[in-house]
């Protein structure tokens, strides 16, 4: 299994629209279609072409839908701008556009609970409306509005920067690390997770060498193969990359979880292996 | 996880374990209160409900087997049906009893095959981890899934359909529910036995959260926990109205579970066609009275058999098995007393 194979294996995928459900043959959904932009971009293949689908993304007052039902999802909106400007397209709407909802939503603020140690009040980004802030959908709209923003530098308002930066910060594992919600919980320390960490890392990338990124680079260089799956090991990657950590283990364990990857078919999985794969090691990441 | 403080279900709101309890059936009786939740008319109830118990004193035994015989005695037909299996996987940790184990959900799937299942897949939709490829490789069931060529669903990801819920606990009208899963004419709920630090116990009918997608409602599936973890357990089993379940209480789990308690083994399987019935049985079994657990209790107006009187055991007898479980301090007073 190489990059080649994942390459067709996205290609024969793919939909009359120009999307990718999560599995073959389902409906077109946000977060595979936006990897595998990302992925066949990283691997060579025409953006313009990979993205047709995502540059004509059904869209209601700058946020996605999902073509399947449901609310816009933020974090994978967060994503979809990262794809986009990776494949240097712009959707039907405006790049801009897409990146001024993105700043307008935002999760709910809590009250102060007794059952775990956090500030509630901060408000990063939830996965969809009028829920609470989560490190994942936090960590990929910061990364898609630092990567895609500068053109449009002025008009992002700092306090969302400042507050997503503060939410991750403040979500840190006891010891390093992001778990995909809370540190702690009825007084129980959570433990941190490979693919939350490492796209946290890459969302803070901006604040490397203050005490939380360190420590969560440090749980990464000790965890990164702890995780079989092409998700975890594709960021642990992409994270490591980012900071200038050694990624041969962590690649070559990729490598070995690809026919585990393929099998399962999940065309997220195996866009985010190939866009890992398909980088070079001077590449910037997203 | 955190949710909107007004969100959250009241449990986590009252500290004092009396408040608690209190509060928690408020909750669900209040909501029965309103307007009446369901129609009486559509769940028809058997005079008595069969639960199956089956010694397994560990994992090294046959499952296709102990399940075969289940099916047998339940007398349940399941000829030319697709059958879906939904077991519980959450999280990975070694030596943890957190999830169903593999071998009990290849056994599944052998015996319902052997059976005359037209077809059998195997899904979930883990709210708490939602890279599914981990845990299937980490817990090994991938290798199951390998060996067996068992079709597998991420029931985060796959397509969805809105449904019209059956009883209004939540007040919810529709949910979007996984295709996959709605296609079938067979639902299995194959969860692990465990304690749970908000629902008090965790078997068949809370497994079903595991059926409401994340992609569309995002992680933790906050929408059931806004709407009150006992009412979307109600919601959920008289909306799917699953079929059968298989318990895995080989190895249990007691204390704060449903991931950071402690292992226990019970060497049970419980089985059953009526899910309360299944899961007050499993209450039973671990010391917990189901009466007090505000979800069964309703449920078991309705939905199932609560009364041990409506419960016809079969195999072998819940003594063989009764213990009782270590339990937060919370839910202490929800102890059976034995006589």
Excluded at chain 1, 3 to 28: C, E, F, P
Excluded at chain 1, 159 to 166: G, P, Q, T
């Amino acid at each position: 299994m190489n990059t080649k194979d994942l390459t067709n294996l996205l290609i024969a995928g793919r939909n009359a629209d120009g999307g990718w459900g999560y599995y073959r043959h389902k409906t077109s959904r946000l977060e595979p279609t936006s990897w595998a932009v990302l992925a066949l971009t990283a691997a060579g293949q025409d953006g313009a072409a990979a993205g047709a689908g995502l540059g004509q993304w059904p869209a209601r007052a700058g946020l996605l839908l999902e073509r399947a039902g449901g609310e816009p999802n933020y974090g994978f909106q967060g994503l979809a701008l990262l794809a986009l400007h990776a494949a240097a397209l712009e959707h039907r709407a405006g790049n801009r556009a897409l990146l001024d909802a993105l700043q307008r939503v935002k999760g709910v603020a809590l009250e102060p609970s007794p059952i775990n140690r956090q500030d509630n009040g901060i408000q990063g980004w939830s996965w969809i409306a009028d829920t609470f802030s989560w490190v994942e959908p936090t960590a990929w709209c910061l990364l898609a509005l630092n990567t895609c923003a500068p053109p449009w530098r002025a008009q992002i308002d700092p306090v969302r920067i400042r507050d997503a930066e503060r939410l991750l910060v403040d979500r840190s594992c006891l010891g390093g690390g992001w778990n995909y919600g809370n540190s702690n919980m009825l007084g129980q320390e959570l433990a941190p997770y490979v693919p939350t960490t490492a796209l946290t890392l890459l969302a803070l990338r901006d604040r490397r060498g203050e005490r939380v990124v360190t420590e969560g680079l440090e749980f990464l260089e000790r965890h990164a193969t702890s995780e079989r799956s092409a998700t975890a090991l594709a960021l642990a990657s992409c994270a490591l990359r980012t900071y200038g950590r050694a990624t041969a283990a962590v690649m070559a364990a990729l490598r070995r979880q690809l026919p585990i990857t393929a099998a399962l078919g999940n065309h997220a999985a195996v866009a985010a292996a190939l866009y890992t794969l398909s980088q070079g090691d001077g590449d910037a990441t997203f | 996880m955190a949710t909107r403080r007004s969100d959250l279900p009241l449990h986590h709101r009252q500290w004092s374990r009396r408040a608690f309890l209190a509060a928690i059936s408020t909750s669900v009786v209040a909501a029965a209160c309103r307007r009446a939740p369901y129609d009486a008319s559509l769940f028809a109830r058997p005079e008595r409900s069969p639960v199956g118990l089956y010694a397994a004193r560990d994992y090294t035994i046959d499952f296709k087997e102990l399940i075969g015989r289940g099916l047998e005695d339940l007398h349940v037909d399941v000829r030319g049906r697709r059958v879906f299996l939904k077991p519980n996987m959450v999280e990975y940790e070694s030596n943890s009893a957190i999830n169903t184990n593999p071998l009990v959900v290849a056994g599944a799937v052998l015996a319902f095959r052997a059976a005359g299942a037209a077809s059998v897949t195997v899904g979930e939709g883990p709210g708490h981890r939602r890279d599914m490829e981990y845990l299937v490789t980490e817990t090994g069931l991938y290798e199951h899934l390998r060996e067996n060529r068992i079709a597998f669903v991420d029931l985060n990801q796959d397509d969805v359909a809105e449904v019209p819920l059956r009883s209004r606990f939540t007040g919810l009208e529709r949910l979007a529910l996984p295709i996959e899963l709605l296609q079938s004419d067979f639902i299995v709920s194959m969860p692990k036995l465990k304690t749970h630090h908000w629902a008090g116990i965790t078997a068949s009918m809370k497994n079903l959260f595991g059926t409401v997608p994340g992609a569309v409602y995002g992680w933790p599936k906050n929408i059931l926990h806004r709407h009150g973890i006992d009412n979307s357990i109600i919601d959920l089993n008289a909306t799917i109205r699953p079929h059968f379940a298989i318990v895995d209480a080989v190895i249990a789990m007691e204390g704060d579970g449903p991931i950071m308690g402690r292992p226990r083994q019970l060497g049970c399987v419980v089985m059953g066609s009526d899910l309360v019935a299944v899961d007050a049985t499993s209450a039973r079994m671990i010391g917990l009275d189901p009466t007090q657990i505000p979800y069964l209790s309703e449920a078991g107006r309705f939905l199932g058999h609560v009364d041990p009187r409506r419960i016809e055991l079969r195999g072998e007898r819940l003594a063989r098995f009764a213990t009782e479980f270590d339990v937060l301090d919370r839910f202490k007073s929800i102890r059976l007393r034995r006589s």
